[in-house]
């Protein structure tokens, strides 16, 4: 959809939204944007599991979610996250609606492996009719990085919700918010890459660690038709990925 913006927040932008979110929000439903916002909640499920003396455990970067620790994952992405940033864009005219009960008409995935990280999936379709509808009311819909899987909900990582939703509705733009502003390379921003250059900076060792699987998913989000993707800590700067 041409005028489709999709927003992933994670880390410090998740606990609350900055005045400049809000603003350039705005700005974007001014000029006719359609927005999804796809929001994880890592630190409230953190500390809910911390309270009730759950040990955290991660594998390859990703949260082993048992059977018990689902409805840990569930009450921090569902009560404590997704209310705070629709509260948030309500309270400041934006209006948006968090989506609970009807996730699994959106989202279906598959078990990514179950005896390794448990309820743990990955995206195995986006069904888009009900977000064009939500869309078309002229409101930002607000998803958790969960889908389901035969009526069962399953934990996946934000990034690749927010990827599978901005390809399945060929956003213009995917932008994926983090703690950290954008590629650096020697201590600087790098404020372009394209697909060409991807592969490139990873065998350079310039792009490393976990921000070597997010500009592989940004480079294959740009091929499968989505515009441009923004990858820093705010929605207007950091590193632009685009085709070569």
């Not at 743990?120 to 990085?145: C, D, M, N």
């Not at 490139?200 to 070597?212: C, D, F």
């Not at 998913?217 to 740009?222: E, K, L, P, Y």
Request: hydrophobic share 40%; proline share 2%; charged share 20%.
């Amino acid at each position: 959809m041409k005028h489709t913006i999709v927003i992933k927040i994670g880390g410090m932008a998740s606990q609350q939204l900055s005045q400049g979110f809000i603003k350039q929000i705005k700005h974007w439903r001014k000029e006719g944007k359609q927005l999804v916002i796809v929001h994880g909640g890592g630190f409230a499920i953190d500390k809910l599991m911390k309270d009730q003396k759950v040990a955290v455990e991660k594998i390859d970067g990703l949260r082993v979610t048992r059977k018990e620790t689902m409805a840990l994952v569930e009450h921090g992405l569902f009560e404590i996250v997704g209310p705070s940033i629709t509260t948030s864009l309500n309270n400041a005219g934006c209006d948006s609606v968090q989506i609970k009960s009807n996730l699994g008409r959106i989202l279906e995935a598959d078990y990514l492996d179950q005896e390794k990280y448990g309820y743990v999936g990955q995206v195995k379709k986006v069904r888009t009719q009900y977000l064009e509808h939500i869309l078309a009311e002229g409101l930002i819909p607000v998803l958790a990085s969960m889908a389901s899987h035969q009526g069962q909900l399953l934990n996946v990582n934000a990034d690749y919700v927010a990827t599978a939703i901005a390809i399945a509705l060929k956003a213009e733009r995917l932008i994926l918010m983090t703690d950290v502003p954008g590629v650096k390379e020697e201590g600087a921003i790098l404020p372009n890459l394209n697909t060409a250059q991807v592969e490139e900076k990873i065998q350079s060792g310039i792009i490393t660690g976990g921000m070597i699987p997010k500009i592989q998913g940004a480079s294959q989000t740009v091929q499968a038709g989505v515009r441009t993707v923004l990858i820093g800590d705010n929605l207007s700067k950091g590193t632009l990925i685009s085709l070569a």
